[in-house]
C-alpha cells in the first residue's frame, strides 16, 4: 500500500470513529428525552412539540384548554 494508501485508510477510520461519537451522542440524547418526557407525564405536565409549524401536546387536559391545540400521536 502507498502513502496516499494510507492516507486514505487513515481518514477512512476517521470517519468512522466521528459517525461512531455521533451515533452515541444521539442515542444518549434521544433516551435523556424519554426519559424527561415521562417524568413530565408522571407529575401532569404537558410535553409541547412542534410538528409541521404547528403546536402539538400529548396533555387531553391542555387540549381542553387550548381548543385549536391539536394533539400529538
Known sequence: MGPFGLLF???NMKTANTESWSA???R???QAV???QTRN???GIPNWYSLNGK???DSP???ATFGSVKKAR
Open 55 to 57: 403546536l402539538v401536546t
Open 9 to 11: 485508510a487513515a481518514e
Open 34 to 36: 424519554r426519559e424527561a
Open 24 to 26: 452515541e451522542l444521539v
Open 28 to 30: 444518549i440524547g434521544n
Open 41 to 43: 407525564r408522571q407529575r
Open 61 to 63: 387536559q391542555t387540549q
